[in-house]
């Protein structure tokens, strides 16, 4: 139920207004009944019938306004709970990176509109269709428990057909969610592969590919929504004809042999008709919910997903050591057999190898999110190979091709974290950004993908990132190989200077005089 990620007072307050909402129904059927009998009685009592009139009238204006209340709350309880969805499913996809984002988007766009609209808001729906089937049930079975007894048994043919018709939604909906996990995918690859496309002549090709994808999301799309429409058609249909034509009739019969007043004929087929429109309503909703359970199933594991400590304690670092180390790749593929090394606090190590060795993957093997086949890394007299938690808050990361987020210079450099001005006015001097912000300031917006800022500068940014996290280990991950010589070597030397952490740095590709600068230098393809 995803109304439990409402608050409480929120759902017991539409529940409340959902039952004002639903006594509109038995007040109106009530009046008619009252105003349709002395009609027929005879009587020419018009003052009377006027007077019932106003009183309609005023009940009408009562329900409206408490209707205004109901839609106001129920529009609260949907964005809440969609809020939670949000986060919740953004938390499980951050903490659980995956290369491949097209699902996550999916996700995140598509799919969560799709919970909103066919699962959220269905289920409030519920709530206020039950509570008028059971009021008008009630009160039918006050009035003529023959007749009701006749239009209940009537409702078991539109429950059939629900339940012939809901598996065959919910099969459509997986198949609509996985064609619009594609399409996104495709429309992502189309926009980032602008460039490339326009340099080869290919734009048409690319925009084929894409309008593919959006023609069998668009299809699988179609025969969700045309199966939902045919099962509501076919319920209403069978509704139409066992709940009304057939009750009505018996109805009519009973009214020829004096059993029934007028007034109470129609009153009880206007109840009829709002305790069967509530049960076809509901399953009808049913049926949407349904077309939501793949989707629903993803978020449900976020939602039980617990986003461990960001911020674990670390033991005093006093040095690194790899000790035969071996690591294979999933086809098989043995990327190296027997790496040792010694890392001291503060010292500045470079490790060098030609492309293909595996150096990334032994920098990820460092922090944890890759296991070693055989061997140990001990910190602090610990062995945390494989270990993620353990391991990755020793280490700081400086990448080759930064992230930047769209957002300002202050929070690409402390990624949204509460530091102190000096801090990052430290950071800010050792990553050599003292001009740009001299300059620009720290909101200065960089940017998507840093537009705003020059290669050189989005590097001191991912310096700067490192530099404030007080970590002592930090990985270099071919971090200068793309720059020009110069830059390179100013970038080293903001590296490389700092004697409060320690350096290590993997490339294949670096200056002699920037060699100098290291305490150890390991070639990792020699034994």
């Not at 009562?62 to 209707?67: G, I, K, L, V, Y």
């Not at 097209?102 to 909103?116: A, Y």
């Not at 353990?390 to 202050?410: E, M």
Request: aromatic fraction near 8%.
């Amino acid at each position: 139920m995803t109304l439990k990620y409402a608050k409480k007072s929120r759902v017991l307050a539409f529940t409340l207004l959902a039952a004002i909402k639903a006594c509109d129904i038995l007040f109106i059927a009530y009046m008619v009944k009252i105003m349709l009998n002395l009609a027929s009685s005879g009587s020419h009592d018009y003052l009377r019938l006027v007077k019932l009139a106003a009183l309609t009238s005023l009940g009408q204006l009562f329900f409206m306004a408490s209707n205004f209340v109901y839609e106001t709350v129920k529009m609260g309880i949907i964005r809440d709970v969609n809020l939670a969805f949000k986060r919740a499913n953004l938390t499980f996809l951050v903490d659980n990176y995956d290369p491949d984002i097209k699902s996550g988007l999916s996700l995140m766009t598509n799919d969560l509109k799709q919970i909103e609209t066919n699962r959220i808001t269905a289920q409030l729906d519920m709530i206020y269709q039950g509570l008028c089937f059971v009021g008008s049930l009630g009160y039918a079975l006050y009035n003529s428990w023959k007749m009701t007894l006749i239009f209940l048994v009537a409702t078991l043919a539109p429950a059939i057909v629900q339940g012939i018709t809901s598996t065959i939604i919910t099969r459509r909906s997986k198949i609509w969610a996985d064609k619009n996990a594609i399409y996104t995918q495709n429309v992502a690859d189309s926009l980032n592969g602008a460039q490339i496309a326009k340099l080869y002549n290919v734009r048409t090709n690319i925009i084929s590919r894409a309008m593919k994808a959006a023609s069998d999301m668009e299809n699988a799309l179609r025969n969700l929504v045309l199966t939902q429409a045919w099962a509501l058609e076919l319920i209403y249909s069978a509704a139409e004809v066992f709940c009304f034509v057939i009750p009505c009739t018996v109805g009519g019969i009973l009214m020829m042999q004096g059993q029934l007043a007028v007034g109470t004929l129609v009153m009880m087929v206007d109840l009829a008709m709002n305790f069967i429109t509530p049960v076809v309503t509901i399953f009808n909703e049913v049926n949407q919910v349904k077309s939501t359970d793949p989707m629903w199933k993803r978020t449900k594991s976020a939602l039980a997903h617990q986003l461990k400590n960001d911020q674990a304690p670390t033991d005093d670092f006093a040095g690194l050591k790899l000790t035969h180390l071996a690591y294979t790749t999933k086809s098989g593929h043995k990327l190296f057999t027997d790496v040792n090394m010694t890392v001291k606090p503060g010292e500045k190590v470079l490790l060098m190898a030609p492309s293909g060795w595996g150096k990334t993957t032994l920098l990820r093997i460092l922090l944890g999110i890759k296991k070693p086949d055989s061997g140990q890394i001990l910190i602090a007299n610990k062995d945390v190979s494989g270990n993620w938690e353990a391991a990755h808050n020793y280490f700081s990361y400086v990448n080759q091709k930064p992230f930047i987020f769209d957002d300002t210079l202050r929070f690409n450099i402390t990624l949204g974290r509460k530091v102190s001005d000096q801090a990052l006015q430290n950071a800010v001097h050792l990553a050599g950004l003292d001009d740009l912000v001299a300059e620009s300031g720290l909101e200065k917006p960089v940017g998507e993908n840093g537009a705003a800022l020059s290669g050189g500068q989005i590097q001191r940014v991912e310096i700067a990132r490192a530099l404030l996290t007080g970590r002592p280990i930090l990985l270099a991950d071919e971090a200068t190989s793309a720059l020009d010589p110069q830059l390179s070597l100013e970038i080293h030397q903001t590296l490389l200077r700092n004697p409060k952490i320690a350096v290590l740095e993997v490339a294949h590709k670096i200056s002699e005089q920037e060699k100098t600068m290291f305490d150890q230098i390991i070639h990792l393809d020699q034994p």
